[in-house]
């Protein structure tokens, strides 16, 4: 199994650009979870999705920040435009439904 | 509502020594549990999890956690440190819906010769 996989594995760019950050989870997962990681704010929540569907968004930080899942193997999380605050590991996690998650390597985004 | 509590946000020890990171959880149902361990620059790996089965949970690498529901607590211990160990460990609980779980602050472990 080849785990849940992300991408790019860094990012490095230019505030008030456009970032998007793709997962693809493991298969047959039907929970899908995105998470930021900071030193200041440690592990956050951002959103969680339930067989495809978004069932809580709250983490979010603002309307700069969207997420979708247009299938069960593929999900995005934009940021538009950046900003260096949002500087940050971005991971993804899945899980089959025992709420054990597992998580992929992370996004290393650096807005400058 | 769950909520989880670590202890001390770094804890050194000497190789050889025993390792001891706490966590105390909060949680109106019976809790799923859980230990992850963050190696630098990378994602979190499941250390180990406690599913109501037995109160003593052993995981991988030689750590384990005991379930301690007087104490609403699910320390985790590993009787010899090693130079490897060196890592952020993260406290979890479960949140009763969609897997969604709840992660305590991390505690960074630091393992010194």
């Known amino acids: 199994d080849a785990g849940v996989i992300q991408s790019p594995r860094h990012e490095v760019t230019e505030m008030g650009q456009e970032v998007t950050l793709r997962c693809k989870p493991i298969s047959g997962h039907n929970s899908l979870f995105w998470y930021r990681q900071t030193m200041m704010r440690g592990l956050e929540l951002l959103i969680y999705f339930n067989n495809n569907v978004p069932i809580d968004d709250s983490g979010m930080p603002e309307d700069r920040f969207s997420a979708k899942m247009p299938n069960a193997s593929f999900s995005t999380l934009k940021i538009q435009p950046s900003e260096p605050r949002d500087s940050a590991v971005y991971f993804c996690?899945?899980?089959?439904?025992?709420?054990?998650?597992?998580f992929g390597p992370g996004t290393r985004l650096l807005v400058l | 509502a769950q909520s989880v509590t670590q202890l001390g946000s770094h804890v050194s020890v000497s190789e050889g020594a025993l390792v001891l990171l706490r966590c105390n959880y909060s949680?109106?149902?019976?809790?799923?549990l859980f230990w992850y361990v963050q190696y630098p620059n990378q994602g979190l790996q499941l250390l180990l999890k406690?599913?109501?089965?037995?109160?003593l949970v052993k995981g991988i690498n030689g750590f384990e956690a005991e379930f301690k529901k007087s104490e609403t607590s699910f320390h985790l211990t590993k009787p010899s440190a090693h130079m490897s160990d060196a890592a952020e460990y993260f406290c979890?609980?479960?949140?009763?819906?969609?897997?969604?779980?709840?992660f305590g602050a991390g505690t960074r472990l630091a393992v010194h010769p």
């Open positions: 406690y599913t109501s089965a037995a109160t």
């Open positions: 979890a609980v479960g949140s009763g819906g969609y897997n969604k779980l709840i």
């Open positions: 949680s109106s149902v019976p809790p799923y």
């Open positions: 996690a899945s899980s089959p439904g025992t709420e054990t998650q597992y």
